[in-house]
């Protein structure tokens, strides 16, 4: 019966994320710093937003596209924070960011179109985007200090170019782009009948400077990918936010009518104390971020690891080039021999190969404890 399922679906695979962390999950004593999962509770007071509505009954569906309030606090915050200009007819209220893309590119993309990708890249975009029958085409930006230019994106634009894929602050690379390289690529691209869908999950969580979006410059051509998982820590409350045009969302709301109904009405009502009276939650969050970069950031480059310093989120993607093994075969070396487990940068595609993925995610106690096995391990690995 294995060839009546649909050969798309039979053709992607798990993440390499997941898959690295599947297989090494149950080893005992094991230090993981793999998993980009906030360490923080939720905020109390969304929680109790949330215990309330519960005790209030509110339990039946919403609007497809969310509650009216909810998609007033995400237009007032995305303004507030970063000067987007939406009204509540551009936005839609979904299950996770990963739910938003899903809609976004079940709705743009067609067979045999492309989809631009900076590489090396998260990989959840490559199986949604083949499973519209679509194609990823990569753009090597390991150069370029892991920045994507519109020098970088010019010879690859083609009459099948449907979508450019903005993924910053990155994942794996912690990169953002400036409001010189966002704009620069905004005229490359205005005008053309391509769609730049931008995914800023992370824009809570910049360093240096202040999150900036391509809808700046270019809101009739952009789709905003955002949610709650990674500024308030509520991955598992699952909401996401889309933001276009509003001829685009009246699209966009026919595939997330039919594929969820609606985002969860308890989350969508922890959502709006979140935006509003947690509009700023993320403070002291990032302030403990910050402190784990630079702890972490300063251990690697003392063990000799080349890595470029993040501007946002929280991951660190050193070079083990100099070990000579692929960053699987290093991955799985260092939680055999070190039991401390990082992600191969190959999860990231081939452009990745090279590199492991560091998430700070974590306390510094755990850091330093992972940090701590980590450079015994390449002190014994250099020794004569």
Same mark, same amino acid.
């Given at each position: 019966m294995k060839h009546l399922i649909q050969p798309r679906v039979q053709a992607i695979q798990l993440s390499g994320i997941r898959q690295f962390f599947n297989l090494v999950a149950d080893r005992p004593g094991l230090i993981s710093l793999t998993i980009?999962?906030?360490d923080f509770p939720t905020p109390e007071h969304v929680k109790t937003a949330a215990q309330e509505a519960i005790a209030a009954d509110f339990t039946t569906y919403t609007a497809n596209a969310g509650l009216l309030e909810l998609r007033q606090a995400a237009c007032q915050f995305v303004a507030d924070k970063y000067g987007l200009r939406y009204t509540p007819d551009e936005v839609i209220a979904t299950v996770g960011a990963s739910q938003a893309l899903d809609v976004a590119f079940r709705t743009i993309l067609e067979e045999g179109t492309e989809v631009l990708l900076p590489a090396p890249v998260y990989p959840g975009y490559e199986p949604l985007i083949r499973l519209c029958g679509a194609n990823p085409v990569y753009i090597d930006t390991r150069q370029n200090g892991f920045r994507l230019s519109a020098e970088l994106i010019a010879p690859y634009l083609t009459e099948k170019t449907r979508c450019l894929v903005l993924p910053y602050p990155s994942n794996p690379t912690g990169t953002a782009l400036s409001a010189k390289e966002l704009e620069n690529i905004a005229s490359l691209l205005k005008g053309r009948p391509i769609w730049i869908v931008s995914d800023e999950i992370y824009s809570e969580l910049v360093y240096r400077g202040h999150h900036r979006s391509i809808a700046e410059w270019l809101p009739e051509q952009t789709i905003v990918i955002n949610g709650l998982s990674k500024s308030h820590s509520m991955t598992g409350w699952r909401i996401g936010f889309v933001f276009a045009p509003a001829f685009a969302i009246e699209q966009m709301v026919k595939v997330h009518q039919?594929?969820?109904?609606?985002?969860?009405?308890?989350?969508?009502? /922890?959502?709006?104390? /979140?935006?509003t009276a947690g509009k700023n939650d993320a403070e002291a969050m990032r302030a403990a971020y910050a402190e784990r970069l630079e702890y972490a950031y300063g251990r690697l480059t003392a063990m000799g690891l080349p890595v470029e310093k993040p501007d946002g989120a929280f991951y660190l993607f050193p070079s083990i080039a100099a070990f000579g093994m692929s960053s699987f075969d290093f991955a799985l070396d260092v939680v055999e021999n070190a039991g401390v487990a990082l992600v191969p940068g190959s999860a990231f595609s081939k452009y990745g190969e090279?590199?492991?993925r560091l998430s700070y995610a974590y306390s510094l106690d755990v850091l330093k404890e992972g940090l701590d096995r980590?450079?015994?391990y390449i002190q014994t690995k250099r020794r004569p």
């Open positions: 980009g999962q906030p039919y594929s969820v109904s609606c985002t969860s009405s308890i989350s969508q009502k /922890a959502a709006v104390e /979140a935006l090279g590199h492991v980590l450079e015994r």
